[in-house]
């Protein structure tokens, strides 16, 4: 029965018949997002179709390379980032998933997957100022830089915890998405010059 119900939801999630608790599709803007890390900015707001599977989107771009003089790896990555409203829970949260695709950059030529620096999400929670990442070396092997959905589900097995990329206990876990203040989405793949685009970001 219990499968039943958790099969009928998900089938009602893709129906569109249950609204997300967040979701942006930059019909008409930005609507929000930044680009964050080695510079601060808006997101540039694209009203363009790529193959019918990005419409309308943000884009962000790497201008400067700050790289480590010994592995090459940037030394300052850039995320695309939006502040959400207060309060906001994610406790649950079954799954966050978002379209992207590089405009711009040698996929061949990737920062680093094992360093610590190296998160493909980050959430952080604004009351006890912790966060909790999901790797980019949990799926660096599955992209190439083309168009692709990511859905990441929203369980404790695959996130750390941020200040010491520790494993997070299901209890911290729940804590932490209760309230949300901030989601980070890795733009910074390469080792050199790149342009990210990012669509239709969504929390259910």
């Known amino acids: 029965m219990l499968l039943f119900l958790i099969l009928t939801y ?15 599709k930059f019909y008409l ?20 179709s ?10 962000g771009k790497d201008d400067v390379i700050n790289v ?18 207060a309060n906001f829970s994610l406790a649950n949260a079954s799954a966050l998933s978002f379209t992207m695709t590089s405009l711009v950059g040698d996929f061949t030529n990737l920062n680093n997957p094992n360093s610590s620096a190296s998160a493909f999400v980050k959430l952080f929670n604004n009351v006890s100022n912790e966060y909790i990442v999901f790797p980019v070396i949990n ?3 599955q992209y190439d830089g083309k168009i692709k959905e990511f ?10 915890n941020g200040t010491n990329n520790m494993p ?37």
């Open 151 to 160: 859905y990441i589900p929203l369980i404790n097995q695959i996130w750390v």
């Open 29 to 48: 803007n930005n609507e929000g997002w930044n680009i964050t890390g080695y510079k601060n900015s808006a997101a540039i707001f694209m009203p363009y």
């Open 139 to 141: 799926l660096i092997q």
């Open 68 to 85: 480590d003089s010994k592995n090459k790896d940037d030394r300052n990555l850039w995320f695309f980032s939006k502040h959400l409203p």
């Open 168 to 204: 997070t206990a299901y209890d911290d876990f729940k804590r932490i998405l209760k309230n949300i203040s901030r989601i980070d989405i890795l733009g910074d793949w390469t080792r050199g010059n790149e342009t990210i685009g990012l669509d239709n970001v969504k929390i259910e």
């Open 10 to 24: 998900f089938l009602l999630l893709q129906l569109g018949m249950i609204d997300p608790l967040f979701q942006n």
């Open 50 to 59: 790529l193959d019918g599977l990005m419409s309308n989107f943000i884009v």
